[in-house]
DNA sequence: ACTGGCTCCTGAGGGC
DNA sequence: TGCCCTCAGGAGCCAG
């Protein structure tokens, strides 16, 4: 590894947020909430007051997926949870000893309980009886990355005139969600696009090899992650958020895997990004 | 309508 | 060894 330019792996991206989805969902759905204990409310928003008198004795219907919010589904309303940049979910045992940043614990039956940590607390757990797409968080959230209307001529339509950045532009959750920093930059790479470039002047045929790419890159991760899905009952460790190969994310000096070049760190929107400057124009 | 900057927070890492 | 300083990052919010 070359020399550190910022930027935190261990970041929960869409990849990871699915990954734990697909993890935890086998285990709790169709089961009975029997207590909650929250330990620290103090999130981005705070874990509602109510929310063990509004959970216990519920049954989890489904756990679903908008951008990097989970969704757990209940008869009268759902859970919201994002991860922010620190958050995890895990399984454990219920006698499982309680960790520094253990902030909420949800009890299913007897045994098991599905934990929320989050160090950084950026992450939040609401709860809405509303339709989870029409609430405030989500309203306002483009097409999921496999979605039939993320296309090249949205893409090109939404970019025009615009002097943003192409990977601020792509990480605009209004625009597509779930591509966090370290994704942009390697979708970006992926498709030899310089991610200071404006996004009012890629081309439609870029704008095409970039879906490909952010889709590819996106799968990858979640490939990867399908290898993980073991951690997520381990009653020790953290859940294994995956680093697949990083081609030039926090790579800063390294030969860029295509042509040899040093890879170069660039700050943009306060964010640390990663190119190869012959491969990305 | 856009755009850039600020904010929340903790832990990791560098310098001395 | 240890302390202090800096800084990352998701995403909402706000001001220009």
């Known amino acids: 590894m070359g020399s550190w330019c910022g930027g935190a792996a261990d970041v929960p991206e869409l990849p990871e947020v699915e990954t734990t989805r697909r993890g935890i969902s086998p285990l709790v759905v169709g089961r009975k909430i029997s207590k909650v204990s929250v330990r620290e409310?103090?999130?981005?928003?705070?874990?509602?007051?109510?929310i063990a008198a509004t959970l216990t004795g519920q049954i989890l219907l489904?756990?679903?997926?908008?951008?990097?919010?989970?969704?757990?589904?209940?008869?009268?309303?759902?859970?919201?949870?994002?991860?922010?940049?620190?958050?995890?979910l895990r399984i454990v045992e219920a006698q499982t000893t309680l960790r520094k940043h253990d902030h909420v614990e949800i009890r299913f039956g007897d045994h098991l309980c599905l934990r929320l940590h989050d160090p950084r607390r950026f992450g939040l757990m609401v709860w809405t009886r509303?339709?989870?797409?029409?609430?405030?968080?989500?309203?306002?959230?483009?097409?999921?990355?496999?979605?039939?209307?993320f296309t090249p001529e949205y893409l090109h339509e939404s970019a025009r005139g615009r002097k943003l950045?192409?990977?601020?532009?792509?990480?605009?959750?209004?625009?597509?969600?779930?591509?966090?920093n370290i994704y942009a930059s390697e979708s970006l790479h992926r498709a030899g696009i310089h991610p200071s470039r404006a996004a009012g002047r890629v081309s439609k045929a870029r704008f095409r090899d970039l879906i490909t790419s952010v889709q590819a890159v996106l799968e990858e991760a979640l490939?990867?992650?399908?290898?993980?899905?073991?951690?997520?009952?381990?009653?020790?460790?953290?859940?294994?958020?995956?680093?697949?190969?990083?081609?030039?994310?926090?790579?800063?000096?390294?030969?860029?895997?295509?042509?040899g070049a040093p890879i170069r760190c660039v700050v943009i929107g306060q964010r640390?990004?990663?190119?190869?400057?012959?491969c990305q124009r």
């Not at 409310?41 to 109510?50: A, E, G, I, S, W």
């Not at 989970?70 to 859970?79: A, H, K, P, Q």
């Not at 509303?130 to 306002?140: K, R």
């Not at 640390?272 to 012959?278: D, I, K, Q, T, V």
Request: charged content about 25%.
């Open 41 to 50: 409310r103090r999130l981005r928003q705070p874990v509602p007051r109510n």
């Open 62 to 88: 489904a756990v679903e997926r908008r951008s990097k919010y989970l969704l757990f589904c209940f008869d009268n309303g759902t859970l919201i949870v994002h991860l922010g940049m620190s958050g995890s």
């Open 272 to 278: 640390s990004s990663f190119y190869c400057p012959l």
């Open 223 to 259: 490939t990867v992650g399908g290898t993980t899905l073991r951690d997520f009952v381990k009653s020790d460790g953290e859940p294994g958020y995956f680093a697949l190969e990083l081609k030039v994310y926090g790579r800063t000096g390294d030969p860029c895997r295509g042509c």
């Open 130 to 149: 509303e339709s989870p797409s029409t609430h405030a968080l989500l309203n306002h959230l483009g097409p999921e990355p496999w979605d039939e209307e």
């Open 165 to 180: 950045a192409v990977k601020n532009f792509i990480m605009d959750g209004r625009i597509v969600v779930g591509v966090g």
